[in-house]
């Protein structure tokens, strides 16, 4: 349903929780001048209104909504940078009394969007600072994180896109820039440009939920996203080795995949995926773990939004060139179709499993709606998921695996234990 252009309400009408849960999504642009800013909003929106001026208070109110919960979270699908409000609340067949929990939380999301903690056109100054302490804080933790560091410098080497060489949260030194106005008018330009999608599953009435929307005050936009990123291959590899005092090695390799969310080798592409890293019966993890010992952790992981294969190792310094053999002889394998029977079907069989666990998950089944919208296609089933992995055939896999071409090599040397002792 169209509550103005480039705002869309979907319902999901579903029985099997107890608790409903909302959420209203913003798509924006990455863009590497309004990551920052953009995470600043969502720390923002979970904290403080007018109505609730303080974490306290805004706790406080939720917890009297028989435990209503409230959070933001940030993600990423190729060049789309998502901001969400989470809202989960018991469905009314389970409150008692003629308390309408639904129209509890749409005035408390009303309240956060439209009535936020400001003065004079900025985010109120105390307030904000302490958020963007926060978040910087939250940053220097994972940057002490070698394989969180490790993984944001592939990402450099391999995007030519800045925006999509930095961290969903953007920067320490990008958020150190930013201040209580500029994040403020970042939130009025989400609300008035961004994408929305507010998506209600569960048991609820869904014509008084469409009746309180309504009257949200949200314009008509103009939105064209990008739905998918892709950038040309070159024959160059780009690499980087850094030396770092840590008992730590880590080797990143950066594949260049031109393979996308909803083509046709997408099946294929999962399949493959999960038969060279993606689960613990996969070549990377028998091979270069189990049978030769090469790594305390190996694996893979598939973004189809930007058409990105990433494999990583935990290595010793001294096998990194022995690792990276063993890991192009798998891919190789997979290339020249050698490789059995069994391990097609098991990794099927881990792909539906997983996929039947997240019909169990409402925000999966919000996810998969979104995806759906985004790419103008059907909700796809589960049905329909299973026959398409089902119809992967071996030469399928051989022509998905055939396509990656790497493009990028990341190493983070890791001095030894004596020279750090020597330190």
């Known amino acids: 349903m169209k509550l103005a252009e480039g705002v869309d309400l979907h319902f999901i009408k579903n029985q099997q929780f107890k608790t409903n849960h909302l959420t209203f999504r913003f798509s924006g642009h990455r863009q590497i001048k309004t990551v920052s800013r953009r995470v600043l909003v969502a720390q923002m929106l979970a904290t403080a209104s007018e109505a609730f001026p303080n974490n306290k208070i805004f706790r406080e109110r939720l917890a009297n909504l028989y435990g209503t919960s409230f959070s933001t979270n940030v993600s990423v699908r190729g060049n ?41 056109e900025k985010y109120q100054t105390k307030t904000f600072d302490i958020e963007k302490k926060n978040l910087i804080r939250y940053l220097e933790i994972d940057e002490q994180d070698q394989f969180y560091n490790s993984s944001i410098s592939l990402q450099e080497l391999y995007y030519e896109e800045q925006a999509l060489q930095i961290s969903k949260y953007g920067k320490k030194d990008l958020i150190q820039k930013e201040n209580a106005f500029t994040a403020y008018q970042e939130f009025q330009k989400m609300l008035k440009e961004d994408k929305i999608d507010i998506f209600l599953l569960g048991d609820f009435d869904d014509y008084q939920a469409t009746r309180q929307l309504i009257h949200f005050p949200l314009v008509d936009r103009q939105v064209n996203l990008q739905k998918v990123y892709s950038q040309e291959f070159i024959n160059i590899v780009r690499e980087k080795v850094v030396t770092k005092k840590t008992t730590q090695s880590i080797l990143q390799l950066g594949y260049h995949i031109p393979i996308y969310y909803g083509g046709k080798d997408y099946y294929a592409m999962l399949v493959a995926e999960g038969m060279l890293g993606g689960f613990s019966h996969s070549k990377l993890f028998s091979v270069v773990r189990e049978k030769e010992s090469l790594a305390y952790t190996v694996g893979s992981r598939y973004d189809a939004f930007s058409g990105f294969l990433r494999i990583y190792a935990g290595i010793e310094k001294n096998s990194r060139a022995k690792t990276f053999k063993v890991i192009n002889q798998q891919i190789n394998e997979l290339k020249l179709g050698r490789f059995s029977k069994q391990l097609v079907e098991q990794t099927k069989q881990m792909l ?61 040397e890791g001095e030894s234990d004596e020279s750090l002792r020597k330190d």
Not at 366 to 371: D, P, T, V, W
């Open 80 to 120: 789309i940078h998502i901001v969400d409000i989470d809202i989960s609340f018991v469905s009314n067949r389970y409150v008692l009394g003629q308390e309408n929990l639904l129209s509890e939380v749409l005035a408390i999301l009303g309240e956060v969007l439209f009535r936020p903690l400001i003065s004079l």
């Open 352 to 412: 539906i499993g997983n996929a039947k666990m997240s019909m169990d998950n409402p925000k999966s089944l919000i996810e998969q709606m979104y995806s759906s919208v985004m790419f103008d296609k059907e909700s796809p089933s589960i049905k329909l998921f299973i026959d398409n992995i089902d119809r992967v055939s071996k030469r399928d896999i051989v022509a998905a695996v055939g396509l990656m071409k790497l493009q990028a090599v990341y190493f983070l």
